[in-house]
Structures are given as structure tokens and as C-alpha cells.
């Protein structure tokens, strides 16, 4: 079996646009006869809770294959995990973050949703638990697959590129953060994987 985690970004949720059109695709190919599965939990405000559940949930699977992608904050989280199983995971990251315990600082305190109502509260600590997962670089690059839109407003593309040295890189001149135009690439992001 081929297990795929999707990982939203903060303040995001599975409810997201990028997350809904990729489990279509992988639901596609479930019904078509292909042996996946799909996880894309709610992931909590706390980096090392967050990592704590989607670890426990791979470790309670019977895979063959492991596929993490990750958008915004949540490529961060695949960066880890991809670093963490070694060579069994392939990773793609969607306008990654690279340096989050820097950028998220000034995010301290309540925070809202993007898609529902619901509100939490980012503690200080969260700020340690992320340097916590830092990977200051990648192994393995060819597992890695990059989405860098230039015209991200919230992240630097260049730190993005930066990063992921070697791996499959797609820098794109249009998308924004959230890289409205995902439809588009979904085709090169299942081929990577499944090919």
C-alpha cells in the first residue's frame, strides 16, 4: 500500500483547495484499482503535537511506499518527516517554509482560521518546538520535489530554492502563496509519486 499525508499550512486546514483536488486525484485512482491510502488530518497548533499524530498514524499503517506533501508550514513538517524516514519517503513541498521559528514570531497570540470560525491561540513555546524539527539540510534530494511560486507575498522563493538543492524544482512566475493555479502542476506532483 502507498500511503500519502497531506499536511496543511498554519492557519489552514484538509478543507483547503490544494488538499480537496489532490485527495479527488488520489480517490480517482483508489477507485480505479490502485492500492493507496490517504491521511490529511487537522493538524494542531503545537509543532511537536502535530508531528506526534501524524507520526503515530504512519507508524499504525502497513505500507510499501510513504509520500508526504506539505504546503506553507506543512512542507516544513514534510521536510522533517521526509529527513526522518530517509530514502521510504518522497516528499513535495508547496511554497515551503524554511525558517518558520523566525517568521512565525510575530504571530503570538489568537489567531483564526482560514476555514472555519474556529480560533487558537500560538504560545511563545511553539517558537522552540519548531526549531526543534529544523533539518539544516536535505538528503537524498531526488525524493524531493519544490513548487516555488515567485510571486509568493508571504515567503521568499529564493530561501525555497535555496533549500532543496538537487531535488525536482518547478519555479513558477504566478500562483501566490496559495498557488491558485495547483490544478495545473497536480499531474507532475502524482507522476513523481506514482511513477
Same mark, same amino acid.
Given at each position: 500500500?502507498? %500511503?500519502?499525508? &497531506?499536511?496543511?499550512?498554519?492557519?489552514? +486546514? @484538509?478543507?483547503? *483547495?490544494?488538499? /480537496?483536488? =489532490?485527495?479527488?486525484?488520489?480517490?480517482?485512482?483508489?477507485?480505479?484499482?490502485?492500492? %493507496?491510502?490517504? &491521511?490529511?488530518?487537522?493538524?494542531?497548533? +503545537? @509543532?511537536?503535537? *502535530?508531528?506526534? /499524530?501524524? =507520526?503515530?498514524?504512519?507508524?499504525?499503517?502497513?505500507?510499501?511506499?510513504?509520500?508526504?506533501?506539505?504546503?506553507?508550514?506543512?512542507?516544513?513538517?514534510?521536510?522533517?518527516?521526509?529527513?526522518?524516514?530517509?530514502?521510504?519517503?518522497?516528499?513535495?513541498?508547496?511554497?515551503?517554509?524554511?525558517?518558520?521559528?523566525?517568521?512565525?514570531?510575530?504571530?503570538?497570540?489568537?489567531?483564526?482560521?482560514?476555514?472555519?470560525?474556529?480560533?487558537?491561540?500560538?504560545?511563545?513555546?511553539?517558537?522552540?518546538?519548531?526549531?526543534?524539527?529544523?533539518?539544516?539540510?536535505?538528503?537524498?534530494?531526488?525524493?524531493?520535489?519544490?513548487?516555488?511560486?515567485?510571486?509568493?507575498?508571504?515567503?521568499?522563493?529564493?530561501?525555497?530554492?535555496?533549500?532543496?538543492?538537487?531535488?525536482?524544482?518547478?519555479?513558477?512566475?504566478?500562483?501566490?502563496?496559495?498557488?491558485?493555479?495547483?490544478?495545473?502542476?497536480?499531474?507532475?506532483?502524482?507522476?513523481?509519486?506514482?511513477?
Amino acid at each position: 500500500m502507498h %500511503l500519502f499525508v &497531506y499536511l496543511h499550512g498554519f492557519r489552514s +486546514s @484538509p478543507s483547503s *483547495a490544494k488538499c /480537496q483536488l =489532490t485527495k479527488l486525484a488520489i480517490d480517482e485512482r483508489i477507485h480505479q484499482g490502485h492500492d %493507496l491510502s490517504w &491521511y490529511a488530518p487537522q493538524l494542531p497548533p +503545537s @509543532p511537536r503535537e *502535530a508531528m506526534l /499524530q501524524v =507520526t503515530a498514524y504512519i507508524r499504525q499503517q502497513r505500507y510499501s511506499q510513504l509520500s508526504v506533501i506539505g504546503s506553507s508550514l506543512g512542507g516544513y513538517y514534510a521536510t522533517y518527516l521526509a529527513e526522518s524516514y530517509g530514502q521510504d519517503c518522497l516528499a513535495t513541498l508547496l511554497n515551503p517554509a524554511i525558517e518558520p521559528a523566525r517568521d512565525l514570531e510575530k504571530y503570538i497570540g489568537e489567531q483564526s482560521s482560514w476555514h472555519s470560525d474556529d480560533v487558537f491561540y500560538f504560545k511563545k513555546e511553539y517558537i522552540q518546538e519548531l526549531q526543534d524539527l529544523y533539518a539544516s539540510h536535505i538528503t537524498y534530494p531526488k525524493r524531493y520535489q519544490l513548487f516555488a511560486a515567485k510571486d509568493d507575498e508571504v515567503l521568499l522563493w529564493q530561501e525555497m530554492v535555496g533549500k532543496y538543492p538537487g531535488a525536482t524544482q518547478h519555479v513558477l512566475e504566478s500562483g501566490g502563496h496559495a498557488l491558485s493555479n495547483y490544478s495545473e502542476h497536480l499531474s507532475k506532483i502524482l507522476k513523481f509519486h506514482l511513477d
